[in-house]
């Protein structure tokens, strides 16, 4: 009787452990779909541009977007945080490449380091966690991590992924 007493106790006491450990999952976790409009810098006149994100549940993040191919460049990595009540704020970068010179180029030298971007969103969920609005601000540096022309601010409406 003692032992099975014991036993018992030991695991009503993991299980309040574990529950008092457990963390409610934060409502941007998951995969979103937005759409990005640029007010300003080298992006305002595409009127098409969209990007897809996972946010992860331990504050880490990835973006692609409909024009990583052009030119080619990997996805975006950063990470993000709650700020507030349905307020988030994301920071990811990304590489940028050029093409190397024509006659290399046609060779296969392929696309070479540019610099990278850094993006900052600042996300307002909506109150059913379905979707939301933010701002974006958009920086460039260049190969040496000067600051580069071309960046600017968007305005970006995301839908969450769902089935």
Request: aromatic letters at 12%; hydrophobic letters at 40%.
């Amino acid at each position: 009787m003692i032992r099975r007493v014991s036993a018992r106790a030991a695991f009503l006491t993991a299980i309040a452990l574990l529950a008092a450990c457990a963390q409610p999952t934060p409502p941007l976790v998951g995969a979103w779909r937005s759409k990005i409009q640029f007010e300003s810098g080298a992006f305002a006149s595409i009127q098409d541009l969209e990007f897809m994100y996972v946010f992860n549940a331990g504050g880490t993040m990835t973006e692609s977007s409909n024009y990583d191919a052009a030119p080619p460049v990997p996805p975006a990595y950063g990470v993000w945080r709650e700020t507030g009540k349905n307020a988030y704020t994301a920071k990811y970068e990304y590489y940028a490449t050029q093409p190397s010179e024509a006659e290399q180029f046609q060779k296969g030298a392929g696309w070479l380091p540019a610099g990278h971007g850094v993006l900052t969103e600042t996300i307002t969920l909506a109150d059913d966690g379905q979707s939301y609005t933010a701002t974006l601000k958009f920086e460039l540096f260049d190969a040496k991590g000067n600051p580069a022309e071309g960046g600017g601010t968007a305005r970006v409406q995301g839908v969450r992924i769902g089935f």
